[in-house]
């Protein structure tokens, strides 16, 4: 089976045999890995920045984002003024990005 179109063809015969092939090449370099792992030891604790943490310990999302951030604040400052927290505004938002993107594809 094969369907044409103005940008190329499409067999799906092709496309699974390239599929099994990635598969397969996937497989063996898994197959290559080491088998280092033991079960019930050390290696089945949860890792944390090396720390040891007691039981039920979370770690929160400002924590471990922080870096994000600390990185982007100028440009969270500046969004910030746009939030109003009326929900009009962010559909307006909306509509008018919508638009954009459409006036954009057909006029593109």
């Not at 890792?47 to 951030?69: C, D, N």
């Amino acid at each position: 089976m094969r369907i044409g179109s103005g940008e190329g063809f499409w067999s799906p015969i092709v496309w699974a045999i390239l599929a099994l092939g990635v598969l397969a090449i996937g497989f063996a370099v898994w197959l290559q890995g080491r088998r280092t792992y033991k079960r019930g030891t050390e290696q089945e604790e949860p890792f944390l920045s090396g720390e040891r943490l007691p039981e039920g310990a979370g770690v929160g999302a400002t924590h471990l984002y922080w870096g994000f951030a600390e990185a982007l604040k100028p440009l969270l400052m500046r969004l910030g003024a746009f939030h109003s927290g009326f929900l009009g505004d962010y559909v307006g938002w909306l509509l008018v990005l919508l638009v954009i993107s459409i006036l954009v594809v057909m006029l593109g």
